[in-house]
């Protein structure tokens, strides 16, 4: 495939945009003497680009960076028969463009010296100091790595340990692997098609959670062409038809975006708010997914309206003549100003109906906001100096480490779960499952706070996510205000409340596994249970260190149910060494008649005779085990509660059976019916002589017409 199969952008002249324009530089030529009074010609367009972010930016480090760039890759080619002293303009170009800092782009132009010329480090440290000294060890690392399979797990931690440091480092990554798939096209086409699939798989995500769109859409489109040259072709022709004058009137489009944009302006000039309202194409890859998701493109599909103002109120005071003056169409409309994107994106969604019933998508931003938005952590400066060229307040480092107000939420994360990770092969599977996760939810904390999620994250992740390893104890959540098991998949907006445990010694159930979306909770969660093989099914319960069983709300999941009927199982059989596990089917208590059966690893598990299963074990052929019931009185028990419906029956429920010493475990409120309601409990009891109380007392609540023994514990809240 040829390089200009590779550039997607090249034949079709396509209408202005606001989006950075990194296509500037395609063979960049060495031009002229260096003069000591002024910089190379070769690297003037890098300097027009940054002094268009940095009016005064002192450009003689960059001066002194090309002369040494240039002398050491003297007489070095690359394959496309150019010299190598372009691919490090080419790269810095880029991150110009995008708003980079002058360190970032002095460590830019030197970042292949190191591994591929006869500079060494000190050599950098000494002539430009300690912080392009350390980008450039950084950049240099991450050009070892090696993609091949057995070598990807280790290298990929590396690279995000160095990215995490300090993120400058992977913009320069990501700035070079981009002018690299632009001159794709001079190898092979099975190593563009690999070096395509790690660009897809690895760092097209990794431009995202840093939140620079513009170089994660040119690397998706170029990715496109070279993965599926099909559909790319097909899309391009359907991009080149849109912008195609129509015939009879030469030189002008019938286009819908642009008369809605045009009321737009209209609408916010009357309303005196200062606007620029523009038109805002989608890239090759976005039209090809609106085409698959929608099966035929309306003519607004190729574009979205950009309005753009200058203060956070403006957004706002744009949605609502918007929202006043059209048709809004209210299921588009998200707030990404109010709860930002975990990548730092801000901006508000909308789109409204125009003339024709032509729906127009609409993205409102400050300048600030929008810069940002295409940039991501490359726009917001040096984190790491007081100089005027960070745009972020300095934070304080903290025992000697580098504070960074950049790094987004997600990196933060990801850091602190790649150092819980017991192996490379751990850390690559869960990296790549969390790459895979295309979309982010939010979720509201009751302080106030805020957690990103991916999208199907459960109350198990969000514990973790905002806990840390004290999750291990959490017990149950609310969310929404509605108690709700911790299997529960959590929405985007959902208010969540996690609940612990006072037992802070307790620990996660193999079956949260089941229910886990993120890195940090799955690794967690491992480490735990193989460092406590002997506690694998946990001990989050009901029994505190004062031995008086703790009076919880029903709020304990299936898993936490089960964890305390093995702690508190006193059936005994004549079986050394055995373990005896009470039944969660039918929950016998003393002095039940009960049997065992012997089931997977030597575990006998104790039913009540009359359970369901005890037929079918012995259908099945299982033999009986003779169990008796030991000294220890402790028992759980489920319980199903038949009531009348009435406002406060759950809450005097719960103080019947927290009276009685009782500690609920888990509870199911089933939805009235013939202003019916069913309420189930499991129960862990302190003295199983106590249950005939407990029941009386469950029975006198008012409402309350029985209260029997369940053949299953609760399941759900």
């Known amino acids: 495939m040829s390089a200009e199969a590779t550039n997607p952008g090249a034949p079709i002249r396509r209408r202005g945009r606001p989006r950075i324009d990194l296509r500037r530089l395609g063979r960049v030529a060495v031009l002229g003497p260096v003069s ?56 810095t170009l880029i991150l110009a463009e995008l708003g980079a800092e002058t360190t970032t782009l002095t460590a830019s132009l030197l970042h292949d010296t190191v591994e591929d010329t006869e500079v060494t480090l000190d050599q950098v ?32 931690r590396k690279m995000l340990v160095a990215t995490g440091d300090d993120v400058r480092v992977m913009s320069i990554k990501l700035a070079d692997r981009l002018h690299n798939m632009r001159t794709l096209g001079v190898m092979r086409p099975e190593k563009q098609a690999r070096i395509a699939r790690v660009t897809r798989d690895v760092l097209i995500p990794l431009a995202e959670r840093l939140g620079v769109q513009a170089l994660k859409t040119e690397l998706e489109d170029l990715v496109f062409a070279i993965l599926h040259p099909e559909e790319y072709a097909h899309t391009r022709a359907l991009i080149a038809a849109s912008s195609a004058p129509e015939s009879g009137s030469p030189g002008a489009t019938d286009d819908p975006l642009s008369a809605v944009a045009e009321n737009v302006r209209t609408v916010l000039r009357d309303a005196d708010i200062p606007a620029d309202v523009l038109i805002r194409p989608r890239h090759y890859v976005s039209v090809h997914r609106v085409r698959i998701k929608r099966g035929e493109l309306r003519g607004t599909d190729f574009g979205r309206l950009l309005v753009l103002v200058g203060e956070d109120a403006d957004c706002y005071a744009v949605l609502g003549e918007l929202h006043t003056c059209f048709t809004p169409v209210i299921s588009e409309f998200k707030d990404f100003i109010a709860a930002p994107k975990f990548n730092l994106y801000q901006s508000l969604h909308t789109a409204v109906v125009g003339a024709g019933g032509a729906v127009a998508e609409v993205l409102i931003r400050t300048h600030r906001m929008h810069k940002v938005a295409e940039a991501g952590v490359i726009a917001l400066g040096n984190p790491y100096i007081a100089d005027g060229t960070s745009t972020l307040p300095q934070a ?3 025992d000697g480490e580098r504070a960074d107000p950049t790094r987004p939420g997600w990196l933060s994360r990801l850091l ?35 957690l990103g999620l991916p999208a199907g994250a459960s109350c198990v992740d969000a514990a973790y996510a905002q806990y840390g390893d004290e999750a291990h104890s959490c017990i149950g959540a609310r969310v929404n205000g509605r108690l709700a098991t911790l299997s529960t998949v959590l929405s985007d907006g959902d208010t969540v409340q996690l609940l612990l445990a006072e037992d802070t010694a307790s620990g996660p159930s193999p079956d949260w596994l089941d229910h886990v979306r993120t890195p940090a909770a799955r690794i967690a969660i491992t480490g735990w249970l193989d460092a406590h093989p002997e506690g694998a099914q946990g001990t989050n319960g009901s029994q505190p260190a004062g031995g008086r069983p703790e009076r919880q709300p029903a709020y304990l999941s299936d898993a936490g149910a089960n964890r305390a009927a093995r702690r508190a199982a006193t059936a005994v059989v004549d079986m050394p060494d055995a373990t005896v596990r009470l039944a969660g089917c039918c929950t016998p208590v003393p002095p039940d008649d009960v049997t065992g059966f012997t089931v997977r690893g030597g575990v006998v598990t104790v039913h009540r005779r009359e359970c369901p299963g005890v037929a079918r074990m012995q259908a099945a052929g299982r033999t009986p085990v003779t169990v ?17 419906g009435r406002p406060g029956l759950l809450a005097d429920l719960t103080e019947a059976i927290a009276s009685a010493d009782a500690a609920i475990i888990s509870a199911t409120v089933e939805p009235p019916s013939e202003q019916r309601v069913r309420h189930t409990y499991t129960l862990q009891l302190p003295d199983a002589a106590g249950l005939p109380a407990l029941m009386r007392a469950m029975r006198d609540v008012p409402g309350v017409y029985d209260v029997n023994r369940a053949q299953h514990p609760a399941a759900a809240v």
């Open 396 to 398: 304080e480092p903290a």
């Open 416 to 450: 602190a779960w790649q150092q819980s990770a017991p192996d490379p092969d751990t850390f690559w599977t869960t990296l790549r499952a969390d790459l895979a996760e295309d979309r982010e939810i939010t979720v509201f904390r009751t302080d106030g706070g805020t």
């Open 628 to 644: 008796g019931w030991g000294d220890a009185a402790e028992c759980r028990v489920t319980l199903v509660a038949e009531s009348f």
């Open 36 to 91: 000591r009074d002024r910089l190379p010609d070769a690297i003037g367009h890098v300097a027009e680009a940054h002094r268009a972010h940095y009016p005064d930016a002192d450009l003689s480090v960059l001066r002194k960076a090309y002369v040494l760039a240039e002398s050491s890759h003297r007489g070095q080619m690359r394959k496309s028969g150019e010299p190598y002293i372009t691919h490090p303009l080419a790269v």
């Open 125 to 156: 440290r000494e002539q430009f100091g300690d912080e392009v000294c350390y980008l450039v060890d950084g950049v240099t690392k991450l050009e070892k790595v090696d993609y091949g399979a057995a070598a990807e797990p280790e290298t990929f």
